[in-house]
């Protein structure tokens, strides 16, 4: 039951992720694409393109609003599960364990990086829309198009990030620091089983 439940969570999340990448990543190909507009036409474009990024970083907002506690939750319950499945393969003697335990743990590793990773993407892909931004032929451009690009470019100086609760943000470092934490439970439930024998 909770598989059914977990696994379409898993996949909605993600699909989040991948909606603010997407979106993020179409907008600075529409930027980038602007160097080919004749000046008359880059008026237009540049307010659909601002309101874009505003619209894009509402939802980003809304979606970490939505999911930090959820993800908090995620993460602790996967560090446990993966700290437990370590310590299984460590002191059990039956290789039918150590052989399911083992793809259980390649299976929560897989799970931490993929979440990681798509959130360190949405933060690259908005540090990049200021490099679009940047390229493009200023000179060519009126006063209040490029106060507007300017405006752009200082919107995306910060990164637009998914966190963790109040824990810090979801990046590949991240990732690092729960498999240090993991590998910190499994020495600690060694180190208490240990004394029990």
């Given at each position: 039951m909770a598989v059914s439940i977990y696994c379409p969570?898993?996949?909605?999340?993600?699909n989040l992720f991948l909606t603010v990448i997407l979106r993020l990543k179409?907008?600075?190909?529409n930027i980038e694409s602007m160097r080919d507009f004749d000046t008359l036409d880059v008026n237009k474009f540049i307010r659909i393109y601002v309101k874009e990024h505003i619209d894009?970083?509402?939802n980003c907002r809304f979606l970490n609003d939505t999911m930090k506690y959820a993800m908090l939750l995620e993460f602790l319950i996967t560090s446990g599960e993966l700290s437990m499945f370590i310590f299984i393969v460590i002191m059990t003697s039956s290789p039918n364990s150590k052989m399911f335990s083992g793809a259980c743990i390649v299976n929560l590793l897989v799970k931490i990086l993929i979440l990681c990773w798509h959130a360190d993407q949405i933060r690259e892909e908005s540090i990049g829309i200021a490099d679009a931004v940047y390229e493009l032929p200023w000179l060519e451009y009126d006063k209040s198009d490029v106060t507007s690009l300017q405006i752009i470019m200082m919107r995306s100086q910060k990164p637009l990030t998914l966190t963790i609760g109040p824990f810090g943000t979801m990046t590949l470092e991240l990732a690092v620091k729960i498999f240090k934490a993991t590998y910190t439970y499994v020495t600690f439930m060694q180190n208490v089983y240990g004394k029990l024998d």
């Open positions: 969570f898993q996949i909605i999340l993600i179409m907008l600075r190909a894009i970083m509402r």
